[in-house]
């Protein structure tokens, strides 16, 4: 369960401190995560040049590996930044995007979660069992598939790799393979709008780092995504105007109208 | 002239089915275009690295190639997944962004087209133009030139490469060099909106991924975006509130709605 | 001071000619600024291929560099366009987006600045200070720091490379060194949107593109987004339903209610 004033702190502190935050991140989600952290009080900053990888992620309080629109050029420019993280002990989350759509996004996400232990892995059903070899097939990017099943495969990745498992769904599930957590805001419209998952994703990067318990960061940013999306499909229940109202929702929202609104 | 039963059975199969559209487009575009097509129904996944063009391809009921922020990198992905997609039988369009602009940007688009035989090719008057050698200036992505000279290119072009052009303009015109579909439907504030053509080419993969019919398939998709259009203009006069008002109608207009407005 | 008869004059060039401005801008910003452009009335075009910059470059009315989300390939076309731009006397700008928060971006925007002589450089304070090697700690994209300090950096930069430099914050400061202008226009709320200040940059490389004096061109593109986001505040507080409002305002505006509002 989520302790409601600690959720509270945690939103204040990020609006108090701005944490820097740095997004390696896919062409789709850029623009959108972007002004979501902004619009939620974290300053964004967007890089991925090997040359610079060092720097950006020493000076930064937290790291998104997103692996959305992922080629050659980009894995470089990730693997160092996830070897800077994990050597300066500075949390990272990573987002699978499209794991088990390919062998290449499979391969390269559980390299450098092997490799980099991430503090938090969030993805889809589809994309956190392609994480366990389970061979079950993704349909693109999103997919409703048996839930206990995922939940059973996010518990064995959780142990595997001794981090931090996040399902994002109609109920979000987080995991760290004994403790489990289930947060049930949300709305069905966030689906049927393209870098929702990826936004939760640099979400839970804004919380790892101000809160150094990875369990209760992942939680908290989950509610925030989904108790936004939920006051949002009260009035907009389109994709379109979706979008600039979710991010106004950000802005606006108090801390305690968060903690009011949780549902678990 | 369009089928109105035939236009709104393939609407409700794209809605049925949610067919997944693999775009390889550019930058600019990519946000817009997978909101535009998962309001509408369909499921984009955005990918490009040869190392997985040929299972995101085999996975998916249509390719769409846009080369508007094209580079080397680029092109090496953009090639094998037309061949795979030939090779494949799966249906693809291609969108000659800025053909005419440059040499590289024509060759491309035409390297392309010679090798791997695109279901359509879909571009304004002047990258029609220009992929005809016909040497007509394009100034930038966007221009108004002689209406008559360009669909007569569209016509040669057509007939040459045995594939299905379309113009995006005041009236859309669709021909295989013979035949020729005209849609009134659309309003002059689409061409103050970037990425609109880009869409357009993408809305053509996805009804090309549920009629075998490729200028049926292309008419059809062109239908969709001048109604979508003009419906939204209806309320929305200026380019920023027409965007999120565009995908709330795709997402919202029913497949009678669609038929109802169509003006050939 | 701005006269606001050529500031009117200007804006009314930019709408009747829709000058070609050629962006190589950052994945963050490009959709927003070719759809500020747009509405304003330019002709964006984002291209940054080696292989066709030459060709780009000649045919457009003025150029933007942006080092928003740099790497080595982009390096390769950002400098073949700015060395054709200096050669043609095209008239540009450069966006150091991030100086200060790396060392390589901070060299990549000082080799551009000394081997192709822009006619603007348009950052926030910390940038333009990191330029100067004044060792100022840049907090990722934006900043405050001391006012004052900024502003003598951003002098001696002028001077130092016979070019404009301004200072994007509360108060817009436009410099040669020597003549000094500010524009008070804007609204607290802009730094809570990403890519206001990319999309600025390439509103200087349109009003470059139609007035040889950098200085004026300067000033006038600055009031353009201040004035424009001053007068979208009136209606909108929050970031999400600011941005259609600031791009509707962009096209709706007219010469004479811009020079009305402006304030220096």
């Known amino acids: 369960m989520i302790d409601k004033k600690r959720f509270e702190e945690d939103i204040k502190k990020i609006r108090v401190t701005n944490p820097l935050i740095h997004n390696i991140t896919n062409y789709v989600a850029m623009n959108f995560s972007a002004n979501a952290l902004l619009a939620f009080g974290a300053s964004p900053i967007m890089a991925h040049s090997p040359m610079e990888m060092e720097e950006i992620v020493t000076q930064s309080s937290a790291l998104v590996i997103n692996i959305g629109t992922l080629d050659e050029n980009w894995i470089k420019g990730m693997e160092i930044a996830a070897q800077t993280a994990y050597r300066n002990h500075k949390p990272w989350v990573i987002d699978p995007v499209g794991a088990g759509a390919s062998t290449y996004r499979t391969q390269t996400a559980l390299h450098l979660i092997q490799e980099y232990h991430p503090n938090v892995i969030r993805g889809n059903a589809s994309e956190i069992m392609a994480l366990t070899n389970n061979r079950v097939q993704s349909k693109g990017v999103d997919s409703s598939i048996n839930v206990e099943k995922a939940q059973n495969a996010a518990d064995w990745l959780a142990k595997e790799h001794h981090t931090i498992v996040v399902i ?97």
Do not use: W
Request: net charge negative.
């Open 168 to 264: 994002s769904g109609e109920t979000d599930y987080i995991t760290n393979g004994q403790q489990r957590e289930f947060i049930q805001n949300g709305s069905p419209i966030m689906p049927k709008i393209t870098a929702m998952g990826c936004t939760a994703s640099s979400m839970v990067g804004t919380f790892l780092s101000i809160n150094e318990n990875s369990f209760m960061a992942a939680a908290h940013a989950m509610a925030i995504m989904g108790i936004t999306g939920e006051t949002t499909a009260e009035k907009y229940q389109s994709p379109g105007s979706f979008v600039p109202a979710f991010l106004d929702n950000l802005y606006q929202m108090k801390d305690t109208e968060y903690s009011n609104k949780l549902r678990q």
